[in-house]
């Protein structure tokens, strides 16, 4: 199996590097490509089974958007012929249709899903996120300058039940369009997810019973799913 992971050295913030570290505990014979913004990513002219990038700054974010533009009909084709994906944090507003700047400039990105994100630098949002996806809960957590407005509608992953979706207005979280995965929440959400994460990882062809600390994993995510659900703890601002 080959696993790409998009310039991790930029866009592995807020802890979302676990996820990296968690992909190379559990696939231990796999290829790991990581791919700089100096290389032309591997995924181009090779085939990959999983593409991971995660959040980043807003300067690099538009360096990013730049360095992958050209490659834009490559990464549709992937996604089409059901590459699997998992983008977190700001990098899915990569994917989508525009950036609109703080102040006021329009940054033209991928325009792959319908939906564009709006910055407010002056109020980052911190919250924790409970959500429900294809029968089970899911946790994460969110940290960002920005708020996601669909202008069509979008392939949801995420149905929130406590915590913002893609802006206070909308419950929705995350896209999920044949094996891509994109979401604002951050976790390492992998390590917090243990039945998705056990889900996706059987779909890659993982052959062993358990996944890297299950019970442990799956102890504190029943934990934290009580403390989430716990109507005292403050949601947001």
Known sequence: MIIELLYPSISALYGEK?????LKLSFKDATFIETDLNTTPYFVNHSVDFIFMGPTTERFQKIIIDKLLPYKERIIELINHNTYFLITGNALEIFGSYIIEDNGNRVNALDLFPF????????????YVLAEYNGYEFVGFKSQFTRVYPTAELPVWLNVKRGIGFNKDLDPE????HNFYGTHCLGPILVMNPMFTKELFNQLGYTFDLIPFEEDLIKAFNKRVVEFKDEKLINYP
């Open 18 to 22: 676990g996820n990296i570290d968690y």
């Open 174 to 177: 995350g896209i999920k369009f």
């Open 116 to 127: 564009y994100s709006k910055q407010d630098l002056m109020h980052r949002f911190n919250s």
